[in-house]
């Protein structure tokens, strides 16, 4: 099993910035793609940025230019700065993250953390 657990989150006026933080934890053999989702009230999750194991990223073109993903593979950590931030990035945001565990090292799995909130006021 890997827990994900995200901090960073909080309340921010437009135009401001947040580093948002995912910290894997557990059995874990190797960390693939991680990416960052968001879901704000009444709309369907939907991918912000992402990062695969070979090092690529990509974006939702919403957030182009503004927001940036990157890993730390010494410490399990993934990241996403998010500037100039508007009212609409206003959601909460999960970390997921493909792994291979100790436990289980011939399957990859998908695991999500429980999310954090963050409010962009206008």
């Known amino acids: 099993q890997v827990h994900l657990v995200e901090s960073g989150g909080g309340l921010v006026p437009a135009g401001g910035s947040l580093r948002l933080s995912c910290a894997a934890s557990?059995?874990?053999?190797?960390?693939?793609?991680m990416a960052w989702y968001r879901q704000a009230p009444g709309k369907q999750r939907e991918l912000v940025a992402m990062?695969?194991?070979?090092?690529?990223?990509d974006y939702a073109d919403s957030v182009k230019g503004r927001f940036s993903v990157s890993k730390d593979n010494a410490k399990n950590t993934l990241y996403l700065q998010m500037n100039s931030l508007k009212p609409e990035d206003t959601a909460v945001y999960f970390c997921?993250?493909?792994?291979?565990?100790?436990?289980?090292?011939?399957?990859?799995?998908?695991?999500w953390g429980p999310g954090t909130q963050v409010t962009v006021s206008s």
């Open positions: 997921t993250a493909q792994a291979i565990t100790a436990d289980s090292p011939l399957q990859v799995r998908d695991y």
């Open positions: 557990g059995s874990i053999f190797s960390l693939n793609a």
């Open positions: 990062i695969a194991d070979y090092g690529t990223t």
